[in-house]
């Protein structure tokens, strides 16, 4: 039996984090992971639709500068129930945007625990951990945990393949 | 009673599911608490509710009734604090049950060939025969493959 976690010391260092809403539920993302928080409405001018029938949670791409980034549904992701949607988190360091329905607040985790073992399917690269905030506990979502290398794969060889028979179309305002 | 034969005798906690009894080994609980909120959020694990936060350790709860009396535990009256044995770490999990819970000291039979993966053996406590359970085969985990490297339980945020 392993004893009690002990307390976060005074001194140990935070993070700042954006709790923000999917269908109801709760997720935090580092703010570090954050590159741009945009509203959907914003993005409509510079987003392309992309048709994958096997990854529904992807419907549009977004370029940034040079890059096409892949927009996933955060709903779609999690498996959520649908809901429009009103933001947009352009993640660092990754081809992945992610829409959200809302930002509820910054904070700052002093502690981060592990997904416990007993999850063991898709969920452990979807989080990075959990944490307790105001005694409840929210799931940290990893920025790579969105696409694997496999559904960047697909998502590029349906790009290119519209883009060579009839390029992006624009998201109908 | 001989030596020999109080030698062989084990401490195993009786829980209740419903209208039937299991026993765990009573080296693998650690607390027996009352049922507290459940976080629930998404995720692709069978079996697995949600977690509970205890002391400030985040713990998943494990609904063993599917398989041990073929229907979910709804009107849980306890949650049982176990340690479940991963690869490389011991972790604990909530296991929901249905009555008290009662420790006590029996003899075991190991389990047979025959046996399913979450029976580890037998006892016999006033007349009734019990399934004593394999908390590692019961509750969902890693497939034991020497890749798996676990992160660990705790570890400080980054800036």
Known sequence: ???????????????????????????????????????????????????????????????????????????????????????????????????????????SMTRLQSLPSAFCREERAWYRGLTALDQTVIPVVSPEGFLTPEELALLDSVTAAQESSEGGTQIPQ | MTLSTELELQAFVLLRLGDRRFALAAHHIAELVAPSRIFRFPHRTPKVEGVILRRGRIIPVCDVGDILIGKSVLARRFYLLAVRNYITQK???????????????????????????????????????????NLDALTPGPAPTPRHRPAPAFVEARP
């Open chain 1, 1 to 107: 039996m392993s004893s009690a976690p002990t307390k976060a010391s005074s001194s140990a260092r935070s993070e700042q984090i954006i709790l923000f809403r999917v269908a109801g539920q709760l997720f935090a993302i580092s703010s570090a992971s954050v590159q741009e928080v945009r509203s959907v409405d914003s993005l409509a001018g510079s987003s392309a639709e992309i048709s994958a029938p096997t990854l529904k949670k992807v419907r549009h791409t977004v370029q940034r500068g040079d890059k096409a980034l892949f927009v996933v549904n955060g709903a779609a992701h999690f498996g959520l129930p649908q809901t429009p949607g009103g933001l947009v988190f352009v993640l660092r360091r990754t081809r992945t945007a992610l829409l959200v329905d809302g930002i509820e607040k910054m904070t």
């Open chain 2, 91 to 133: 972790e604990w999990v909530a296991i929901p049950v249905t009555g008290e819970c009662e420790l006590i000291n029996a003899e075991l039979t190991p389990a047979g060939e025959s046996d399913a993966p979450h029976v580890s053996g037998w006892l016999s406590h006033n007349g009734e025969v019990i399934e004593v359970l």
